[in-house]
């Protein structure tokens, strides 16, 4: 069974490679994003180490001068994704979007290098540009030393409902007219809603009407909101950048004060009412009080918290299968729309194995079992229905299979 599963995985994995770098599945995401690719590295390095830090590369590849890695590259144009190239209108070396992503490649990497030590030069080479991207976000990205999102695209979790309230202050009146791609991919009912299109859309005409110019959108960008999801990303992967710079002779200072403003920046997302770590808005100094599966990233972060363990169980508790995205008894619970409701993988890895590592073997093992049941159940979905195990949105899903292949299976 496993066995079978593996080379389904794999032959997924196969399935989305463009050569040289991974779609997240054919036909709804026809380019290369960020996270996933990063992902998808970690995948292959189980099986093709050389395939593995290609990826690694040609995301890197796409690095703007300034150092942000922006959260899609636009190889190709295909019709089939909305907004495209001519949208977004980056300004790197690839056609690009104009916002970065949860930066999870420096942990990879450090997976990748584990699994293949022969891979030591690539790795090397892609280190300082790395550590460049991460200088980026400490220089563009911070409130009280928390990361902050200018878009909720940026974090990953497009729809949670951790960006409604900021998402209502924007005003959207003149998008003007387009045509979604998404829907006719997959069902509407597990999409976001066209409230939600038309204000992602209108912060990427706001983006574009000064050029990207990290400076002048933090005055004028209308969101801009601390999230969790990548304060504890990218705390980890300075922590893991850190480890492999030591281990190549790099002079590693100023990430050692990154950490520690980080880890500073990590503890002001703690909500004493909400008993978990939420985003603050930061142009109001809001908390959003959403308690997300984003909070249990805190020990993937390597921060053990023992206040954040109570409404962790009881999120685990609250569905068939951990953890979903949002709360199952908070109002608003969509069990199928997204990121609104759904268990995604690839958030089970990152908290799963954060716990594993520090110590939370219970609430780690749950996790990882109703990940893998998930999988064998109902195959490589993006994500699924946490009470059902319904899979859902696009199918053949690389991170999925990554996984799999990495840690679930
Ligand atoms: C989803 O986001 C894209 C925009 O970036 C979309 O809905 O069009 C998110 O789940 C994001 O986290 C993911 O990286 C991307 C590709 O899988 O899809």
Redesign the pocket.
């Known amino acids: 069974m496993t066995m079978e599963l593996d080379e389904q995985a794999r032959a997924i994995l196969r399935l989305n490679d463009m050569g040289g770098y991974t779609l ?2 054919h036909g ?2 026809p380019y290369q ?4 690719s990063a992902f998808a590295a970690w995948g292959f390095a189980t099986f093709d180490p050389d395939r593995a830090w290609t990826e690694m590369e040609t995301l890197m590849s796409g690095q703007w001068e300034d150092g942000m890695v922006p ?2 590259l636009f190889h190709r144009p295909d019709a089939g ?1 909305f907004p495209g190239p001519d949208v977004w209108q980056g300004r790197g070396p690839i056609p690009s ?1 104009g916002i970065s ?1 949860p930066p999870v490649a420096a942990s990879f990497m450090a997976k990748m290098l584990d699994l293949d030590p022969s891979g030591e030069p690539r790795a090397r080479a892609l280190w300082s540009k790395l550590k460049k991207w991460h200088a980026w976000f400490m220089e563009w990205r911070l409130d009280k030393g928390a990361v902050c999102i200018t878009h909720p ?1 940026e ?4 729809n949670a409902p951790d960006w409604d309230v900021a998402m209502m202050a924007i005003d959207a009146s003149d998008v003007g007219e387009y045509t979604r791609r ?1 829907t006719s991919h997959v069902d509407p009912a597990m ?2 809603t066209k409230f939600d299109y038309d204000r992602y859309l209108k912060l990427v005409q706001i983006g574009v009407s000064v050029g990207w110019d990290h400076e002048k959108l933090r005055e004028i960008n209308p969101f801009r909101v601390a999230d969790p999801t990548m304060t504890f990303t990218l705390l980890r992967a300075q922590r893991d950048l850190l480890a492999m710079g030591r281990r190549f002779g790099e002079d590693v200072s100023e990430i050692s004060e990154w950490i520690t403003t980080l880890e500073i920046g990590a503890e002001t997302l703690w909500n004493p009412e909400l008993g978990a770590y939420d985003s603050r808005d930061a142009l109001t100094g809001m908390f959003n009080n959403v308690r997300s599966n984003a909070s249990a990233l805190c020990w993937y972060a390597g921060i053990n918290d023992p206040r954040a363990v109570p409404a962790t169980k009881r999120m685990l508790d609250a569905a068939e299968y951990a953890i979903a995205s949002f709360d199952p008894e908070a109002e608003g619970f969509e069990p199928l729309r ?2 609104r409701g759904p268990v ?1 993988p690839i958030m089970n890895y990152l908290v799963g194995s954060g716990m594993e590592e520090q110590g939370q073997i219970e609430m780690a093992a749950r996790i990882r079992q109703d990940t893998a049941r998930l999988m064998e159940l109902n195959g490589f979905a ?1 994500y699924y229905d946490p009470n059902e195990g319904t899979p859902a949105g ?1 199918g053949s ?1 690389t ?1 999925t299979a990554a996984v799999w292949l990495g840690w679930a299976g």
Do not use: C, K, V
Request: without cysteine; charged residues 20%; aromatic residues 36%.
């Open positions: 997240p599945t709804l995401y994003w960020n996270w996933d959260h899609i994704y979007s992503q695209w974090a990953g979790r497009d998404d999409r976001p997204y990121w995604w993006e696009g899903f991170w």
